[in-house]
């Protein structure tokens, strides 16, 4: 059902979008939904919020969202202290942060030896992947309000080429 | 074996539109609280 919901996303390609078969992890299970912008598209997760939140999930469910990692295109930049990924053709940029694991570490080394590369001018476009910061918790307390802005993710993954 | 959201249901219908603010290609939402049929 949550597959089929997240695919009538209008900027989501309904023919990429899957629900990975979930595994059972202690006390609850966990699933994934995957899924993937429409050629040429871009989703906005304020949109994605809303969908979320229209859900109107209350207390006693025992679900919840354990996490949101995205994968976005555009342009490193350092700015204000921050390391930023600049979307292109949009006003939204994400705060990059490194995380603690190994991977997260690694990915985030990446990051910034290529704006190092570009003595800290804007770099060509990249794709990084990342963990969105505040989109997570219980219901119906991760629905309540719009995760802080701007979004800062914990890079987990580098591209140098989109 | 058909998976499904306990309550992640129905809600999801608002439609996203186009936005001049739109900004990520894919991601994974991981939920938890799944029933198993």
Redesign the interface.
């Known amino acids: ?2 597959r089929d ?2 695919a ?5 390609d309904e023919n ?1 979008v899957a ?1 990975l ?2 595994k059972k992890l202690g006390k ?10 429409r050629k040429g ?8 919020h ?8 209350s207390k006693g ?13 555009g342009s490193l930049v350092f700015t204000n202290k921050q390391l930023r990924l600049v ?1 292109p ?4 940029f ?1 705060i990059l942060g490194r995380g603690k694991s190994k991977q997260e570490r690694a990915a985030f080394k990446e990051v910034t030896q290529a704006l190092l590369q570009g003595n800290f001018r804007r770099t060509q476009t990249v794709r990084v992947t990342g963990t969105v910061e505040g989109w997570g918790g219980v ?1 119906p307390s991760v629905l309540k309000k719009l995760p802080r802005k701007p ?1 800062r993710i914990i890079v987990t993954g580098f591209q140098a080429t989109p | 074996m058909h ?34 049929h």
Not at chain 1, 28 to 37: C, D, L, S
């Open positions: 059902m949550a919901a997240t009538r996303l209008y900027d989501v990429k629900f078969r979930p609850y299970t966990h699933g994934t939904i995957k899924f993937q912008a598209k871009l989703i906005d997760l304020d949109k994605l809303e969908s979320v939140w229209a859900t109107r999930l469910t025992r679900s919840g969202l354990v996490s949101l990692e995205v994968t976005a295109v979307i053709g949009s006003k939204a994400f219901w979004r | 998976p499904r959201i306990m309550t992640l249901t129905l809600g999801l219908s608002l439609l996203a539109i186009s936005s001049a603010n739109a900004q990520v290609i894919s991601g994974n939402m991981t939920v938890t609280g799944v029933e198993m």
